[in-house]
């Protein structure tokens, strides 16, 4: 990552939840840590995530969902991502998750899930870690 270059990190909440406090504070402790963050607001679609994503140019997608819905909104925001060939963005799922549905959104691509509690200097930490510079290109 250049050092010029701020992480750009899209926040949403997809489907019919409307309880935003916890990406509200996602959000902000992104933002003063440096990146550069794109809140969506409440009841989004997974293509209009997926769509203000690719106009954004974003590092990595944050869906939070407290409804219960992962198991059809993820699969859904990851499909786009493929068909927009958004490889090399970072999908992050929080919020409400069951533990027994963890192991299932790791498998179809999502690159962690961060469930209530998790500390936020851990999120960062993972984000930094994890993205990948621009124009970076690996093998030979």
Do not use: C, W
């Not at 019919?16 to 916890?22: E, I, N």
């Not at 933002?31 to 293509?47: C, F, H, K, N, S």
């Amino acid at each position: 990552m250049s050092p010029d270059r701020k992480i750009r990190v899209l926040v949403a909440k997809p489907g019919l939840d409307g309880h935003d406090r916890g990406a509200k504070v996602i959000a902000r402790a992104l933002r003063d840590a440096g990146m550069e963050v794109i809140y969506t607001g409440l009841r989004q679609t997974p293509e209009m995530i997926v769509n203000a994503s690719l106009q954004e140019d974003v590092d990595v997608i944050g869906l939070s969902i407290l409804s219960g819905a992962h198991n059809a909104i993820v699969p859904r925001v990851m499909d786009l991502l493929k068909q927009n060939q958004m490889d090399d963005v970072i999908l992050l799922v929080g919020g409400i998750i069951p533990d027994q549905d963890v192991e299932a959104l790791k498998k179809i691509g999502v690159a962690a899930v961060f469930q209530p509690g998790t500390p936020m200097d851990s999120i960062i930490e993972f984000i930094r870690k994890n993205v990948k510079p621009r124009g970076v290109t690996t093998g030979g």
